[in-house]
């Protein structure tokens, strides 16, 4: 793990109008990260959950962040039902419960793959979800062999001579400056070939801002105005969502400023070329600087401003009550794209 670092902030997280970023005094957290091997284990697939000798393994794996909880724990020890698939082989954890979301999936799941190409033995497996597309475009991308990932379904449970779990798949690293988590957004830049120049560099023209959409979490009642208002001083609204991996990996990378509110979709702020600007809007209810840690990684100018929702209690899910001062959001993203010209 990287030490201890503070942010890059856009404009030194001070703005002329006396605005400071959100977030300015923060600094990545340096944790260690442990891998663990155990079995014969059993692995149920819908509960994303390991097991030995019919009950649920609930020591070190389950005892921190995404701890699963109680009523899963019983779940799996209750259920008796379940056909089990046996093997020899030796499995490697792939996935959390959160393995549908796309941030989750690059901050766990690929990682773990990074670690697993250097470390796994020349049979072992690597247990992954039903995929989509653009996590099994991601996952070959990473160059994991087609042979060695072993899907897992629904309805069925999976016994192991032995599994090899590590602290990415629990999201350990959210909040550090991983060399691990550098390396796999280094490994898929590459491969997916966008932007380059003959000089290695890559243009930074666009100006993005990622909307919401159809996300069912934290909405926005006004996001259509605010749209509206970045429009008209340059910004294109992007939907990352509708495009494939690839498109999303050449977009960003092309990025000279990205603004976005707190959501899977500021992920693609890690294909941006370093010194993009990131102006994240973070809700009042859900103050979670995970995108941060990305933009150190990556050398990028970050800057954030709370948005006030109305909701009242910490919540990832909820909507917003008020809308967004969309005068307020416009001015600051000219601001910071004004120390772009300079």
Request: aromatic share 10%; with cysteine.
């Amino acid at each position: 793990m990287s030490p201890r670092r503070r942010g890059i902030f856009a404009a030194n997280g001070l703005l002329d109008d006396g605005s400071e970023s959100l977030f300015r005094h923060w600094e990545t957290s340096t944790t260690p990260i442990f891998r663990y091997s155990f079995g014969p284990a059993v692995f149920d697939p819908v509960l994303t959950m390991f097991g030995s000798d019919g009950r649920a393994i609930r020591d070190l794996l389950y005892t921190q962040l995404y701890t699963q909880p109680e009523n899963v724990l019983k779940a799996f020890d209750a259920d008796r039902e379940t056909p089990v698939e046996v093997s020899d082989l030796t499995a490697w954890a792939g996935f959390d419960h959160w393995n549908s979301n796309f941030y989750h999936w690059f901050a766990h799941t690929l990682p773990a793959i990074c670690h697993f190409r250097k470390a796994a033995g020349p049979d072992d497996v690597f247990l992954l979800p039903e995929l989509t597309s653009w996590q099994a475009k991601s996952i070959e991308l990473m160059g994991l062999p087609r042979e060695r990932w072993k899907i897992t379904r629904p309805g069925l449970r999976y016994k192991f001579a032995r599994v090899i779990y590590t602290d990415f798949i629990r999201g350990k690293t959210d909040f550090t400056v991983s060399e691990t988590l550098t390396e796999t957004s280094r490994i898929l830049k590459r491969a997916a070939g966008c932007g380059e120049t003959r000089s290695g560099e890559y243009p930074q023209m666009r100006l993005l801002f990622i909307q919401r959409g159809s996300a069912a979490n934290r909405k926005i009642p006004n996001e259509t105005d605010l749209a509206a208002g970045l429009e008209r001083v340059g910004f294109e609204c992007v939907r990352p969502e509708k495009l494939s991996l690839r498109e999303q990996i050449c977009l960003f990378s092309e990025a000279r400023m990205v603004v976005g509110f707190l959501g899977a979709g500021l992920t693609n702020i890690a294909w941006c070329a370093p010194g993009t600007i990131v102006y994240e809007l973070v809700p009042s209810h859900h103050q979670n600087p995970c995108f941060l840690p990305i933009a150190i990684r990556n050398n990028l100018c970050y800057w954030a401003d709370l948005v006030e929702t109305g909701v009242m209690r910490e919540d990832h899910t909820s909507q917003s009550v008020l809308p967004v001062d969309v005068e307020h959001v416009v001015r600051h993203a000219k601001a910071l794209l004004h120390l772009t010209d300079a």
